[in-house]
C-alpha cells in the first residue's frame, strides 16, 4: 500500500530530488501541502468574499515597549514540531495569488473599519447620548416614524463616588412615539435599520455579517434535534456516502523474538555495580556548559561511588536508627534543571540502589504535579544546592508552600553533603521483579498529572529490547538532545546507556536556544554513533546551519527522531536529510521512533543498510482518516497525508490495533485505531488509580462478537495508526490530539499543519500553535490558538485568520470553532518550551487568555441546533376552554378583597376629592406633620403639617392664576428636584384646576442628554406653563440648554421660591370625580414615551385601596426612597399621606449617592415598620454596604422594626438581588420575610403590592425552555436551565387580574403563561397621545375576552406575560390564594429561531461567565442577537469575553450570538427605576456612539 520510492540520487538543486517514473510522492510532504492550501485558497477567491473586520479601541493591546523589542522564545517551535519552513518559491507564489485585486477580503470594508471609533460625542465618563438637536431631528422625520422616545424618569448627580455607574441618566432617542406599540410601525423603519441611517458604519458591518452569512453553508449536517415539549433528543444519522472498512480483522503483530545475550545483567543496578568497579575509568556522561562547550564528564567509577554514598545517606543518616525518614519502597521526588544531567543521574540511581523510588518532575511549581506528588505520598525531594537557592523562600528563609504541593523535606545531594557509606555497607541488589522501580509523569489531554509507575523488569526487559533493537555496543558515543528525566531521553541517555556502558552527551534545552547547532557539533566532535532529537531540533539546525561548513555526520548509524510518532516529522526528516546529505549524514541513519509513557518505546525504525531501498510512504486521504477508515488518496491530492512508518514493532513485544473509543474491539487491517503493545514484563501502572489501571494496562482485545482474544494482555499506547504492509507501523496522530467533531475525528496536529501552510511567517510563529476542542451544544468545537507577532498588522492578521479558515474548511472540511491570536510569548509553556495544551485551554474556558484578536465562527460550525418553531395553527379560544374544563383545570384569575364590602369608618370617605380631603385635615388637625424631608447627612431640612402643606398649595395656585393666566385643565410641567415643593405644587395646580405634569428636572452636569428628554415631554403634553424653581429656570435658559434644545420657544417658566401673600378667592372642585386630575409621563425599557390620564375617582380609589393593603392611618410613619416622578413612587410621595394621614419620610435616591447609610439609618432611626425603595437603591446597599455590616452594627443601625420593605418596581421581580439583599442584612435584624416587590404597568401604577396581612410571597421554579415556547412548566429547585420567580406582592383590594392569550384574546387555565389583564377602579383612563386620539391602543384600556364568564368586563392590557398559580395558602378572605408571577414585558421579548426570549434571561447567563463583566444587556438587530457587555477589568480581557459570551448563549439558550460588543462600565443606560434602557443602547450601537472596546462580529 505505501508508494515504492526509489532511493535519492544525488541532486543539482538542494530542494529538488530525483523522481522515479515522475511518481510525486517522491517530494516533501510540506511542499504537497502548501500546494493544497493555495489550491483551496484560490477556490475561495472566486466567491469575493467580505468578513466585517472586528472594531477594536486603539488604546487596547498596545504592546508594552518591552514587550515589543524582546522577540518571544526563539524556541518558538513546540515539542511536536509539525511541517516544514516554506519554500521561498512557493511562499512567493501563493503569496502572489493571493494579492490579486480580486482579494478575498473586500478593501473598502476594511478601509473603514479599522479607524478607532472615536465618534462618541460625550466626555468619557458620562452617560453618551444623542448629540444633535431635536429641532433638527423634529425638521428631518415624520413623526410617527420615530423609534424610539426617551425616559423620562430618571435624574442623576454629579457626584457618583460609590456608584460604579455615573449615575443614572436617561438617554434622549431620536423622537417620539404616541404612545403605540412600536411594532405598528416596523416596515417603513426596517429599510433605514431601524430608524438609524445605513450610511453608518456598524450598519455596514452588520449588512456585511449578514451578507456572509446568507452564503449557503455545507450541507448541515443530519443531527437535527428534535423539540420534544420536554427534553431535546439528539437524532445523529450517519452520512450514508462516508467510507467503510472492509478488510478482516487484524491479528495481533509479533516482533522478533529477545535475543538472550549470555553477559546481559539481572537488574540494571547490577550493570551499574559491574562498569562502575570494573571500568571506572569509561566515561559516562558529559555535561556541557551554556556556551555548548563539554563541562563536566562523569565516569562509571564515579557515578558508582556517589550514588552508593546518596543511597547510604538516604537510608541512615536522615533520620535516627529506630525512625529513618525513608524506608525502601518510599517515593522520593527529583528536583534537578534541565541542564544538570550528572546531578540527576547520581540521584536516579542512588536511589535505586536505596530501593527507594525516584520520581522525577520538573521545575518546582506546578500545581497539577503538587496533586502527583500529594497522591504519591511523598514528603522527601532531592535537588541540588543551586537549585535550593534558586527557590522561593519565605520571610525567615524557610522554602515557600507550592500551591497544591504537600510538605516536602528538602535535601542537597551535591558531594560534600553526603556520608562516606562504611567498607562494610552494600546495598540489596536483587534480581528484576515487578516491584516499582520509579514513576514518570504525564499530564493527561484535560490536564490533570497522572505518575506512570515502572517496574524494574519492565525497566530492564525494556532496556534489553532497545539495545536489541538499536544494536548498541559498548563505548559507544550518544548525543541525548532530549529531557533526560522522563521518555526516550530517560530510556536511553540515562538507562540503556548504563546496560550498555556508552557514552551518553547530553545537550541540554538551553543550549540548544542559543546555539542551535550544537548538538551536531556534538556529534561530530565525538564522533557520535547515535543522536536522539525531535524535528524541533532538525529544524533548528537546519535553520542555523549556515554558521558551520565543516561538521560532519558520517559517524551516525542512528539518528533517533523520538517524535516520529507526529505524523508531519516526514517533513523535517526529509528536508534535514537533503541539507546534510553533503555533510556525510546516511539516509538509512534516519530512525523514527513511536513512544508513549505507558507503552514506553513503541516502535522504532532499525538502522538500515547502506544501499536497500528506504521504506515507502503512505498518502491516505484526509477524509478516509476522519472516519478512521485508510483510504490510498489517488484523486484529491489537496486532501492527502504522507505518512511515514516508525519502524516494526519491538523485540520480543507484540501489537495490536483496537477502536479508540467502546471496548477493546480489534480493528480491521483498513482501519485507523489506538495501538496497544504487550509488553513481556508487568508491573506497569498508573500510581494509585486502580480503575484507570485497568483499562490502559490490562487490555485484553476482543473480536466484533465481543469474545477475547487470546489472554495476553495489552498496554493502551494513546497513538493512533495501523500496520501496514511488511508489518510496518504507521502513526497517525495521539489520542490526546484526537478532535471528534459530529462523529468525525481530525488530529490537532493536521490542523496545525495546514495552519502553518497559510503563508504564517508575518503574521504567527511556527510551532506556537495550540489546537483542541472545547464542549459546546452537544459537540465538540475546535479552538485554534497561535501568537502573534509583535509587528503583525491588524489587517494582516485578520486575513490570515480568515484564510486559515478556509484552508482548514477546504482541507479538512470542518469548520473552526474560534481562532484566537495572542501577544508573543504569553500561550503557558511546558518545561521544555514547547505549548502546554491543557492549560491553554483552561485560560481559554477561564477567560484568561487575553487574546489580542479574535474570530469566532459559530454560525458555520454549529449545525446542530433544533429546527425553528414553526408557530402552530391556533387552537379556538373555545375549545381552549373546554379543554381546561375537561382537564379540570380552571381559568387562570385572581383578585384583590372587594372594596365594597370592608367597612370604611373613615371619615376621608365622604370626600370625593384629594383637595377636599386636604382641606379638611388642614381645619381638623392643622399641625399634624405629613411630610419630612431628608438630606444626605440625615437632618430633616423641610418638614410640613396640613395646613402648612395646604396655604402653601393656594400661594402656588393664586401664582398661577395671576402670572401664567391658566384656565382649568390647562397641562402644567412641575419641574422640581424631589422635595416638599414639588408636593405643594401639586395641589396647587389641583386647587386652580389644572392638569399637573411630574418631570424629572434635567441633569446640570448632563444638558445633552437629559435636557432633551424635559423638551419632549412639555411639547408632548402642549403645557401651557413650567412650574420651577430659581435655579432651574437660569438652566432651562442657560447657554448650554441652547445647545441642546430650542430655549426660545419654552411655555411661560414660573418660579415658585418668592410667593405672594395673596389668598386664593376660591378653591376648584371638578364636576365630576371622572375628571382628569394629573398626566403621569414614562418610558418604558423598551424606550416608548407614554403618558396616561389618571382620573380623580381612579386617584381617590388607588389612595384607598393601598391604605387598606398597608394598614396606614395618621398615626403610622412610612420611609420611602423612591423617586416621585411617575408610577407608585409618585403616589407614595405625592397623594399617600394626604389620603391617609400617615407621615412620610422622604429621602431623595440621590442622596444615597454621598451617603449610602442613610436610608438604612433613618429605618432604624425612626424605627419605621414599612419602607418602600427602588431596585436601583436596593442594589446600591447590597453592593456598598455589603462588606460593612459590622459598620453598621457600630453605627447602631438595627433593622428588626421592619415589618415590610417594598421594591416598587415594574418588572419580573429580581429573585437574587432581593435575597442577597435579605440575607447581607440578616444580621441587622432584617427579617427574611420583610422583602417583597410590587407589581404595576402603565394602564395601572399599582396591580400588586404585600401589605401587611396575607400570605408571604411565594417562589417557583420553571423550566427555561418551555418558557421559551410560551409554556410553564414547574421544576424542583436545582433542576438544569430552571429559572426561580417570585410573586409579585398580593393583588391589592379591588383589582381583577385574568391571564389571556395575547393573540386569541381568550382566557387561559392555571399554571399558564399569557398576558395578564386587569380591571380595577384605580386603572388609568387613557393614554394621552399628541393628537389625543385613542385609536390606535384604545384596546390597552377597554378590552373584553372573547368568551367565557369575565367577557362582559371592560380589562386593561398590561402588556406583561404571566401567571397565576393557584396556592396551598389561605388568603385574608379564607379561600385559597391565588399567586400572581410576573414574566416579563412583552414588548421586550425577543422573538428568535420562532421562540419568545426574555433579555433579562440571556443577561443574567452572560452576567455570569466572567467575573470582569459587570452589566449586560442584548437586543437583536435584523434577526442577529447583539450583546453589549460592560468590562469592569483591565482591557486584554475584552477579547477573553467573546468565547465566554458566545458559548454561555449557545448552551443555555441554544442561539447563536451574531455581535459581542465590549464596553466601559456605565454605558449601558439605566433608567431611575434600574430598568435597562435596551433601545437606547441599541440606537447609540448603530449610531455608533458606545466608543466600544471591542466588537466581535461572529460568523
Known amino acids: 500500500m505505501p508508494a515504492p520510492s526509489a532511493a535519492p540520487a544525488p541532486s543539482t538543486s538542494k530542494y529538488h530530488r530525483a523522481r522515479s517514473g515522475g511518481a510525486r510522492d517522491e517530494r516533501y510532504r510540506s511542499d504537497i501541502h502548501t500546494e493544497a492550501v493555495q489550491a483551496a485558497l484560490a477556490k475561495h477567491k472566486e466567491q469575493k468574499m467580505a468578513l466585517p473586520m472586528p472594531t477594536k479601541r486603539r488604546s487596547t493591546f498596545v504592546q508594552s515597549p518591552a514587550d515589543a523589542c524582546t522577540p518571544p522564545d526563539t524556541s518558538s517551535a513546540s515539542e511536536d514540531e509539525g511541517s516544514l519552513r516554506r519554500q521561498a518559491a512557493l511562499s512567493a507564489a501563493l503569496h502572489q495569488s493571493l494579492q490579486n485585486a480580486e482579494s478575498w477580503i473586500n478593501r473598502s470594508i476594511q478601509g473603514s473599519s479599522t479607524s478607532s471609533s472615536a465618534s462618541s460625542t460625550l466626555s468619557h465618563g458620562e452617560g453618551k447620548g444623542t448629540s444633535g438637536s431635536l429641532a433638527d431631528v423634529f425638521a428631518n422625520t415624520r413623526i410617527e416614524n420615530f423609534s424610539v422616545p426617551p425616559d423620562v424618569t430618571a435624574t442623576t448627580s454629579s457626584t457618583s463616588s460609590s456608584s460604579a455607574r455615573p449615575a443614572t441618566i436617561d438617554l434622549p432617542p431620536s423622537g417620539i412615539v404616541k404612545g403605540m406599540h412600536k411594532g405598528s410601525n416596523r416596515s417603513s423603519l426596517m429599510d433605514t435599520a431601524d430608524g438609524v441611517p445605513v450610511s453608518s458604519r456598524v450598519s455596514t458591518k452588520i449588512q456585511q455579517l449578514l451578507n456572509t452569512l446568507k452564503r449557503p453553508k455545507r450541507p448541515p449536517l443530519k443531527e437535527f434535534f428534535v423539540d420534544d415539549f420536554e427534553e431535546i433528543v439528539e437524532v445523529p444519522q450517519p452520512d450514508p456516502n462516508q467510507p467503510k472498512p472492509e478488510g478482516r480483522q487484524m491479528t495481533p503483530v509479533k516482533g522478533e523474538p529477545l535475543g538472550v545475550v549470555c553477559n546481559w545483567p539481572p537488574a540494571l543496578e547490577a550493570a551499574l555495580q559491574r562498569w562502575g568497579t570494573t571500568q571506572a575509568k569509561c566515561p559516562c556522561l558529559t555535561a556541557l556548559d551554556v556556551t555548548g562547550k563539554p563541562v563536566y564528564t562523569l565516569t562509571y567509577g564515579k557515578l558508582w561511588s556517589r550514588s552508593l554514598k546518596l543511597a547510604y545517606t538516604l537510608l541512615n543518616k536522615l533520620g535516627t536508627k529506630n525512625e529513618p525518614v525513608l524506608k525502601p519502597g518510599d517515593r522520593v521526588a527529583l528536583v534537578y534543571p534541565n541542564n544538570d544531567p550528572v546531578m540527576f543521574m547520581v540521584a536516579f540511581y542512588g ?566 380631603v386636604l382641606q379638611w385635615r388642614a381645619q381638623a388637625t392643622p399641625d399634624h406633620p405629613l411630610f419630612l424631608l431628608l438630606n444626605a447627612k440625615g437632618t430633616i431640612v423641610c418638614t410640613a403639617t396640613c395646613v402648612q402643606l395646604h396655604k402653601r398649595a393656594e400661594r402656588i395656585a393664586s401664582l398661577l392664576c395671576d402670572k401664567g393666566h391658566l384656565n382649568a385643565g390647562d397641562n402644567v410641567v412641575l419641574l422640581y428636584p424631589p422635595g416638599i415643593e414639588l408636593i405643594a405644587a401639586f395641589y396647587g395646580c389641583l386647587y386652580t384646576g389644572c392638569v399637573p405634569v411630574t418631570v424629572r428636572p434635567p441633569h446640570a452636569q448632563n444638558l445633552a442628554a437629559t435636557l432633551p428628554t424635559v423638551r419632549m415631554i412639555v411639547d408632548v403634553s402642549k403645557a401651557a406653563c413650567i412650574l420651577t424653581t430659581q435655579t432651574l429656570m437660569r438652566l432651562l435658559k442657560s447657554r448650554e440648554a441652547a445647545a441642546a434644545v430650542d430655549v426660545k420657544t419654552w411655555p411661560t417658566i414660573i418660579d415658585t421660591d418668592d410667593l405672594p401673600r395673596k389668598r386664593l378667592p376660591q378653591i376648584y372642585k371638578p364636576p365630576t370625580p371622572e375628571m382628569l386630575a394629573y398626566l403621569d409621563f414614562s418610558v418604558s425599557t423598551t424606550g416608548m414615551l407614554t403618558g396616561v390620564k389618571m382620573s380623580h375617582s ?7 385601596a393601598i391604605k387598606l393593603q398597608c394598614e396606614l392611618y395618621s398615626s403610622r410613619q412610612i420611609a420611602i426612597c423612591l423617586d416621585p416622578y411617575c408610577g407608585l413612587g409618585f403616589v407614595l410621595w405625592c397623594l399617600c399621606s394626604v389620603y391617609s394621614g400617615h407621615q412620610t419620610i422622604l429621602i431623595p435616591p440621590m442622596e444615597l449617592e454621598s451617603n449610602l447609610f442613610l436610608w438604612l439609618s433613618t429605618v432604624s432611626q425612626y424605627k419605621i415598620r414599612d419602607t418602600f425603595c427602588s431596585y436601583s437603591v436596593m442594589e446600591l446597599c447590597t453592593k456598598g454596604l455589603g462588606n460593612q455590616v459590622e459598620m453598621l452594627k457600630a453605627r447602631g443601625i438595627h433593622l428588626s422594626c421592619v415589618r415590610t420593605c417594598v421594591v416598587v418596581a415594574e418588572e419580573r421581580p429580581r429573585v437574587s438581588l432581593t435575597q442577597s439583599f435579605s440575607k447581607l442584612f440578616k444580621d441587622i435584624g432584617l427579617s427574611l420575610r420583610a422583602v417583597s416587590t410590587t407589581f404595576g404597568s402603565r394602564v395601572n401604577v399599582a396591580i400588586c403590592l404585600q401589605g401587611t396581612s396575607g400570605p408571604d410571597p411565594t417562589t417557583v421554579y420553571v423550566d427555561l425552555k418551555s418558557l421559551r415556547h410560551d409554556r410553564v412548566r414547574l421544576v424542583e429547585r436545582g433542576a438544569p436551565q430552571s429559572l426561580l420567580l417570585s410573586e409579585s406582592g398580593k393583588i391589592l383590594p379591588g383589582v381583577k387580574v385574568v391571564i389571556v392569550n395575547p393573540e386569541t384574546k381568550g382566557p387561559v387555565g392555571d399554571s399558564h403563561l399569557g398576558e395578564i389583564w386587569v380591571n380595577s377602579p384605580h386603572t388609568a383612563s387613557g393614554y394621552y397621545t399628541i393628537y389625543d386620539n385613542e385609536t390606535l391602543p384604545a384596546d390597552h384600556f377597554n378590552t373584553r375576552l372573547s368568551f367565557g364568564d369575565a367577557a362582559q368586563t371592560l380589562w386593561a392590557r398590561t402588556g406583561y406575560l404571566g401567571f397565576v398559580r393557584r396556592t396551598e395558602l389561605t388568603a385574608a378572605s379564607g379561600e385559597r390564594h391565588d399567586a400572581l408571577y410576573v414574566v416579563g414585558a412583552l414588548d421586550e421579548t425577543l422573538e428568535l429561531r420562532g421562540l419568545r426570549y426574555h433579555p433579562i434571561d440571556i443577561e443574567t447567563s452572560v452576567s455570569r461567565t466572567h467575573r470582569s463583566i459587570a452589566e449586560c444587556a442584548v437586543f437583536t438587530w435584523t434577526n442577529l442577537l447583539v450583546v453589549v457587555v460592560e468590562l469592569c477589568g483591565c482591557e486584554q480581557e475584552a477579547l477573553d469575553l467573546v468565547p465566554l459570551v458566545t458559548n454561555v448563549v449557545l448552551e443555555e439558550h441554544y442561539l447563536i450570538v451574531g455581535v459581542v460588543v465590549v464596553v466601559d462600565p456605565g454605558v449601558i443606560p439605566i433608567n431611575s427605576r434600574g430598568e435597562k434602557q435596551r433601545m437606547h443602547l441599541r440606537d447609540s450601537f448603530l449610531a455608533d456612539q458606545l466608543d466600544p472596546i471591542y466588537v466581535a462580529y461572529n460568523m
Request: contains cysteine; aromatic residues 6%.
Open 351 to 916: 536511589c535505586l540502589l536505596a530501593e527507594v523510588i525516584p520520581v522525577p518532575i520538573e521545575d518546582a511549581g506546578g500545581q497539577q504535579i503538587g496533586f502527583l506528588l500529594g497522591s504519591c505520598g511523598i514528603a522527601l525531594a532531592l535537588t541540588t544546592e543551586v537549585c535550593l537557592k534558586g527557590l522561593p523562600k519565605t520571610q525567615n528563609g524557610e522554602i515557600v508552600q507550592f500551591k497544591g504541593w504537600p510538605r516536602l523535606k528538602w535535601v542537597v545531594t551535591d558531594s560534600k553533603y553526603l556520608s562516606k557509606s562504611p567498607k562494610d555497607w552494600q546495598p540489596n541488589i536483587s534480581a528484576a521483579g515487578t516491584e516499582p522501580a520509579y514513576i514518570e509523569y504525564k499530564t493527561s489531554k484535560e490536564g490533570s498529572v497522572m505518575g506512570v509507575t515502572v517496574s524494574r523488569i519492565a525497566m530492564l526487559s525494556h532496556c534489553q529490547a532497545l539495545s536489541q533493537a538499536c544494536n548498541y555496543s559498548e563505548g559507544e558515543a550518544v548525543v541525548n538532545v532530549l529531557d533526560f528525566k522522563k521518555d526516550a531521553g530517560l530510556w536511553h541517555g540515562i538507562l540503556t546507556n548504563v546496560m550498555n556502558k556508552l557514552h551518553t552527551i547530553s545537550v541540554p534545552y538551553s543550549v540548544m536556544k542559543t546555539c542551535p547547532l550544537s548538538w551536531v557539533q556534538r556529534v561530530h566532535a565525538h564522533k557520535a554513533k547515535v543522536a536522539l532529537v525531535k524535528c524541533r531540533d532538525l529544524h533548528w539546525a537546519m535553520m542555523a546551519h549556515r554558521d558551520q561548513r565543516d561538521v560532519s555526520l558520517s559517524s551516525l548509524r542512528m539518528l533517533i527522531v523520538t517524535d516520529g510518532a507526529n505524523p508531519w516529522s516526514v517533513s523535517s526528516c526529509d528536508a534535514f536529510l537533503s541539507l546534510f546529505q553533503n555533510h556525510g549524514l546516511k539516509p538509512e541513519a534516519i530512525c523514527p521512533c513511536a513512544t508513549s509513557p505507558e507503552a514506553m518505546t513503541v516502535a522504532i525504525r532499525r538502522p538500515g543498510v547502506p544501499g536497500a531501498p528506504l521504506p515507502g510512504r503512505a498518502i491516505l486521504s484526509m477524509n478516509g482518516l476522519s472516519y478512521s477508515v485508510i483510504r490510498v488518496n489517488t484523486e484529491d491530492k489537496n486532501s492527502a497525508l504522507t505518512v511515514q512508518d516508525v519502524g516494526h514493532v519491538m523485540p520480543g513485544g507484540m501489537m495490536c490495533i483496537v477502536k479508540p473509543d467502546g471496548p477493546p474491539q480489534l480493528c480491521k487491517t483498513d482501519e485507523i485505531g489506538e495501538i496497544c503493545v504487550s509488553l513481556r514484563a508487568g508491573g506497569m501502572m498508573y500510581y494509585g488509580l486502580a480503575g484507570v489501571t485497568k483499562n490502559t494496562f490490562e487490555v485484553i482485545p476482543v473480536n466484533s462478537a465481543g469474545s477475547p482474544v487470546g489472554d495476553v494482555p495489552f498496554v493502551r499506547s494513546g497513538l493512533l495508526g495501523f500496520v501496514g504492509p511488511g508489518s510496518l507501523v504507521f502513526v497517525v496522530g495521539k489520542m490526546d490530539g484526537l478532535l471528534t467533531v459530529s462523529g468525525r475525528r481530525h488530529n490537532a496536529d493536521d490542523i496545525v499543519a495546514t495552519g502553518l501552510a497559510v503563508e504564517s511567517i508575518k503574521t504567527v510563529y511556527r510551532g506556537r500553535i495550540a489546537v483542541f476542542s472545547v464542549s459546546v451544544f452537544y459537540d465538540e468545537r475546535i479552538v485554534v490558538v497561535a501568537e502573534q507577532r509583535p509587528d503583525a498588522s491588524e489587517e494582516d492578521s485578520f486575513q490570515w485568520m480568515s484564510r486559515v479558515l478556509q484552508a482548514i474548511d477546504s482541507i479538512h472540511q470542518v469548520g473552526i470553532y474560534c481562532l484566537a491570536l495572542v501577544p508573543a510569548n504569553t500561550l503557558p509553556k511546558t518545561p521544555l518550551g514547547g505549548i502546554h495544551i491543557s492549560q491553554t485551554k483552561q485560560h481559554f474556558l477561564e477567560g484568561s487568555l487575553h487574546p489580542c484578536n479574535i474570530l469566532m465562527c459559530p454560525h458555520t460550525c454549529v449545525t446542530n441546533l433544533p429546527k425553528p418553531r414553526q408557530k402552530q395553527p391556533g387552537v379556538g379560544p373555545a375549545s381552549v376552554l373546554v379543554g381546561n374544563l375537561v382537564a379540570g383545570k380552571r381559568i387562570a384569575q385572581a383578585s384583590g378583597r372587594d372594596l365594597g364590602q370592608i367597612e370604611d369608618n373613615d371619615l376621608v370617605k365622604k370626600h370625593q376629592f384629594l383637595t377636599e
Open 1098 to 1104: 381612579a386617584v381617590s380609589a388607588l389612595c384607598r
